[in-house]
Structure formats: structure tokens, C-alpha cells
């Protein structure tokens, strides 16, 4: 009985990380992780709130959220919109490793988005980035780098790259900074983006009513998701566990 109940288990964790990687629809916002904050500005923020062109203070990445019912870890990649905490939550596009034209760079790319530029940020060019896809992987690489560090300055620091990097106004700026916040260490991690942009594990989360909702769209999250190695070694760990209980079983026949 303990063999049938560990294979059970085995069995649901893996149908879990396989759900990470599907297709969903259904975002719920939760809290920030970390009380860690950052003032920032740019003219998307300014065109939503008058009062807002000398900064607004935002809470730093990760949230707290819930994605089809399953816990999930999001990083906010878009600073030109604000954060849907509404209860019920709200439908969006689940675009695997930022590939797809349902995702808030590509719409801003054919110009469907408010605001608009048809062009990736300055800073992302400058960066070497081209493609949507190419920079929503260096996004999901400073996410990974922001998550495994403890240290605030550092947290704010791959904060401030993430969103100067996805704002495609080109207008975005740290409001009175806080002490020891390097800029140029900031610069210095949107070219190591670029280098080091992932191809997989990772999707990105896109409000499903982005051009209907236009200026008042929710925020773009990545969420980070198990890489297919990950979940195969997963998988062959189940298989042997079955083959094995099988050849237990027949032994004892």
C-alpha cells in the first residue's frame, strides 16, 4: 500500500508541472513577495495619471498569483500599464517562451497596442534585441537572476533593467534613487540579457483584452516554468518506479 500511495504522489506532482507548461486563461494577482520597492516614471504612467509625471512608487517583482487555479510566481515585465488585482482576475494569453503575436511587444510591433511605438525600447536596441521573442527571453533571464538574489539594492537594480528594457516609450526613469543604486550595473544587465536570453522555461502572461482595454490594460507578467529536461527526469523517475513495482509484484506471483 505505501508503494501505490508514493507512486500516486509521484503521479500528481508531475501532472502539476506539466500544468505549469499548459495553456491558461485565467490570471489572479496576488501581493508582492517582498515589501522591496521602486519609484519609477515614464510617459505611459504620466498619460494614465497627470500626478503621476514625478514618479510612482510600485512594489518590486515577484508576486504572488494564481494561474487556472495553480500557485505561480510572476514577475511584472511591463511598466506602461497598471496591475489588475481584481478578485475574480482576468483572462489572458499564455505565450510559451514569448513566442506568438498575442504578447504586449509584438502588439506594440504592428502598432495595436496604447500607447504605441512600432519599435522595441532604445534601451533593448541598444542591448542588441530585435525580435519581441528575443527580448521576452532576456526579460525571463533578469527575472531568474532577480529571484535568485536576496539583496535588495541588487533586487531594485535588475528591477530598473527589466522595465527599462520592456518600455517601448523610451522614457522610463528611476525617481530618486535609492542609496548605492548603480546605473551603470543597471546598463551592465541589459547586455548580459542579451547574451544570456533564455529559449525556453518561462511564458509570458498577457491581458487577453489588451487592445480592447488600451491604455487601461493590466500588466505583463513572465512566469519562470520547469525546462523539458526537468520534467522528463520527472517523468523517467515515475516510469522506473513502475517498472519497478511491477517486477516486485511478478516476483512475488
Given at each position: ?222 512566469i519562470l516554468t520547469p525546462e523539458p529536461g526537468s520534467l522528463m527526469l520527472c517523468a523517467s523517475s515515475v516510469l522506473g518506479f513502475f517498472l519497478m513495482r511491477r517486477r516486485k509484484l511478478a516476483d512475488l506471483q
Amino acid at each position: 500500500m505505501k508503494a501505490i500511495k508514493a507512486f500516486r504522489v509521484l503521479i500528481a506532482v508531475n501532472l502539476l508541472l506539466l500544468a505549469t507548461l499548459a495553456m491558461a486563461d485565467s490570471l489572479q494577482v496576488g501581493g508582492p513577495v517582498t515589501g522591496t520597492t521602486l519609484t519609477i516614471k515614464d510617459s505611459a504612467l504620466t498619460a494614465l495619471n497627470s500626478g503621476w509625471a514625478n514618479g510612482v512608487t510600485a512594489y518590486i517583482d515577484p508576486y504572488h498569483g494564481t494561474l487556472n487555479g495553480q500557485s505561480v510566481v510572476l514577475f511584472c515585465i511591463d511598466p506602461n500599464h497598471l496591475d489588475n488585482a481584481a478578485p475574480g482576475g482576468y483572462n489572458v494569453n499564455a505565450s510559451v517562451n514569448g513566442v506568438g503575436s498575442n504578447t504586449l511587444q509584438a502588439l506594440n510591433l504592428v502598432g495595436s497596442v496604447v500607447p504605441t511605438s512600432h519599435t522595441l525600447s532604445a534601451t533593448a536596441l541598444s542591448a542588441g534585441f530585435t525580435t519581441a521573442s528575443d527580448l521576452y527571453g532576456g526579460l525571463a533571464y533578469l527575472s531568474q537572476q532577480l529571484q535568485g538574489t536576496s539583496n535588495t539594492l541588487l533586487q531594485q537594480e535588475y528591477q530598473a533593467a527589466i522595465w527599462q528594457l520592456a518600455d517601448y516609450t523610451s522614457t522610463f526613469g528611476v525617481v530618486n534613487a535609492p542609496a548605492g543604486f548603480d546605473l551603470n550595473l543597471v546598463s551592465t544587465f541589459e547586455h548580459d540579457a542579451f547574451t544570456n536570453r533564455l529559449t525556453s522555461g518561462f511564458s509570458v502572461l498577457t491581458d487577453a483584452n489588451e487592445v480592447a482595454n488600451g491604455k487601461n490594460a493590466a500588466q505583463e507578467y513572465i512566469i519562470l516554468t520547469p525546462e523539458p529536461g526537468s520534467l522528463m527526469l520527472c517523468a523517467s523517475s515515475v516510469l522506473g518506479f513502475f517498472l519497478m513495482r511491477r517486477r516486485k509484484l511478478a516476483d512475488l506471483q
